[in-house]
């Protein structure tokens, strides 16, 4: 029986080392939630004896949003650590300066935190796996939906400088087509080193924009409600994906703020009581109860780790005793149908050794009350 096993690096008949980067400090500290709630869930399966009989040992090192700091603990982690693959390391910069290092390594950079569309590119990355639809897909979204509810909407978009910002940029333009060059009339990009937004708030009001696409991280998207709060512009606020957490955003900004804003989704929202008599959510709720009963229940980012850990788990009891890098990438580029427990109705995860994104579909969400609303089903698809 020991000759049909295959281990790679990190792996033996007891454990498997996964390895992971997170900002645990800096500007998109936030996030660090995805991270807590994974070691959390492993901590959950780990005590229900583990993958096939192995514990999951989670090494997971603040990189504080910072490529230089992501190259520098992502080296630690394959050189020093022999980890057996990179799982949902947070952000696009930070996995854009590892890809090519992780893919001449071998190592597998399996469900990146990120929708950049370039994590689906099986022929140049074929060591990359995405995760969350992309940024792309989302703004098309955004884009029909203007097209169809605001057709002469005077669009402004403020965005991340980076590949973040700019997947959005694009996939508007992508979706509003013709119309593009008419209805977005100011393009405003900014650092993320920056103290305060303030100052391009200020400009994009001037230009007399009835919509805002807007594009940041929670720290700054908080910003962004507070601010125009206060300078008294109210826009239909198109809120992306990444910044739609009612606990790390929408709460600081004060839930006023964010009355009637537009944003997407593709798993549950555990603020909405809709779900409270789902199976998936009940598993989710007891899950927290018992692993993470200090956290902030309304802060989405547990859900997007949630869903990112029970889809390892799943590919690593798949891979049965054959935990080498090789088939640990097999397994994760051949999902087919597989359902999680906090992904929408309808929503599973399905790639092919060509098509390496798992999650292409969104619903369309506004922000009532104090939560979220999903917008009609025939919203959620572009194609």
Same mark, same amino acid.
């Given at each position: 029986?020991?000759?049909?096993k295959?281990?790679?690096?990190?792996?033996?008949?007891?454990?498997?080392?996964?390895?992971?980067?997170?900002p645990?400090?800096?500007?998109?500290?936030?996030f660090?939630?995805?991270?807590?709630?994974e070691?959390?869930?492993?901590r959950? &399966?780990?005590?229900?004896?583990?993958i096939?009989?192995r514990?999951i040992?989670f090494?997971?090192?603040?990189?504080?949003?910072?490529?230089?700091?992501?190259?520098e603990q992502?080296r630690?982690?394959?050189?020093s650590?022999?980890?057996?693959?990179?799982?949902n390391?947070?952000g696009?910069?930070?996995?854009?300066?590892?890809?090519?290092?992780?893919?001449?390594k071998?190592v597998p950079q399996?469900?990146?935190?990120s929708?950049a569309a370039?994590?689906? /590119?099986p022929?140049?990355?074929?060591?990359?796996?995405?995760?969350?639809p992309?940024?792309?897909?989302?703004?098309?979204?955004?884009?029909?939906?203007?097209?169809e509810?605001?057709p002469?909407?005077?669009?402004a978009?403020l965005?991340?400088? /980076?590949?973040?910002?700019?997947?959005?940029?694009r996939?508007?333009?992508r979706?509003?087509?013709l119309?593009?060059?008419?209805?977005i009339?100011?393009?405003?990009?900014?650092?993320?080193?920056e103290?305060?937004?303030?100052?391009h708030l200020v400009?994009?009001?001037a230009t007399?924009a009835d919509?805002l696409?807007?594009?940041?991280?929670?720290k700054?998207?908080?910003?962004?409600l507070?601010?125009?709060a206060?300078?008294?512009?109210?826009?239909l606020h198109?809120?992306?994906?990444v910044s739609?957490?009612i606990g790390?955003?929408?709460?600081?900004?004060?839930?006023e703020?964010?009355?009637g804003?537009i944003s997407?989704?593709?798993?549950?929202?555990?603020?909405?009581?809709a779900?409270?008599? /789902?199976a998936?959510?009940?598993a989710?709720?007891?899950?927290?109860d018992?692993?993470?009963?200090?956290a902030?229940?309304?802060d989405?980012? &547990?859900?997007?780790?949630?869903?990112t850990?029970?889809a390892?788990?799943?590919?690593?009891?798949?891979?049965?005793?054959?935990?080498?890098?090789?088939?640990?990438?097999?397994?994760?580029?051949?999902l087919k149908?597989?359902?999680l427990?906090?992904?929408?109705?309808?929503i599973?995860?399905h790639?092919?050794p060509d098509?390496?994104?798992?999650?292409?579909?969104?619903?369309?969400m506004r922000?009532?009350g104090?939560?979220?609303?999903?917008?009609?089903a025939d919203s959620?698809k572009?194609r």
């Amino acid at each position: 029986m020991a000759a049909d096993k295959r281990y790679g690096p990190g792996v033996s008949d007891t454990e498997i080392k996964i390895g992971n980067t997170s900002p645990y400090s800096g500007p998109a500290s936030a996030f660090s939630m995805v991270a807590k709630t994974e070691a959390a869930y492993f901590r959950k &399966i780990n005590e229900e004896g583990g993958i096939n009989g192995r514990k999951i040992t989670f090494l997971s090192y603040d990189d504080g949003y910072s490529p230089p700091k992501t190259v520098e603990q992502t080296r630690r982690l394959v050189e020093s650590d022999e980890v057996l693959l990179v799982f949902n390391a947070m952000g696009t910069a930070t996995n854009s300066a590892v890809q090519k290092y992780l893919n001449a390594k071998k190592v597998p950079q399996l469900f990146v935190s990120s929708g950049a569309a370039k994590w689906n /590119d099986p022929r140049n990355f074929p060591w990359t796996i995405g995760f969350t639809p992309s940024y792309e897909t989302e703004a098309e979204f955004y884009a029909k939906y203007l097209l169809e509810h605001r057709p002469e909407a005077r669009i402004a978009i403020l965005f991340q400088n /980076d590949d973040l910002g700019r997947d959005y940029v694009r996939g508007l333009k992508r979706g509003l087509g013709l119309k593009a060059q008419s209805m977005i009339v100011t393009e405003e990009p900014f650092d993320v080193s920056e103290p305060t937004i303030d100052s391009h708030l200020v400009k994009l009001k001037a230009t007399g924009a009835d919509v805002l696409l807007d594009v940041a991280t929670p720290k700054f998207a908080a910003q962004v409600l507070k601010r125009m709060a206060e300078i008294g512009w109210q826009p239909l606020h198109i809120l992306s994906y990444v910044s739609a957490s009612i606990g790390s955003v929408i709460k600081p900004a004060g839930i006023e703020t964010a009355q009637g804003a537009i944003s997407a989704a593709y798993f549950k929202d555990p603020n909405d009581p809709a779900w409270k008599a /789902d199976a998936g959510f009940v598993a989710f709720s007891e899950f927290v109860d018992q692993y993470l009963p200090a956290a902030d229940r309304s802060d989405t980012l &547990i859900v997007n780790g949630y869903n990112t850990a029970q889809a390892l788990v799943h590919v690593l009891k798949q891979c049965g005793d054959d935990l080498s890098r090789e088939n640990v990438m097999r397994v994760a580029a051949n999902l087919k149908d597989v359902e999680l427990g906090m992904l929408l109705p309808g929503i599973r995860l399905h790639t092919s050794p060509d098509d390496f994104a798992p999650i292409k579909d969104w619903r369309l969400m506004r922000f009532e009350g104090s939560t979220w609303h999903l917008l009609a089903a025939d919203s959620h698809k572009t194609r």
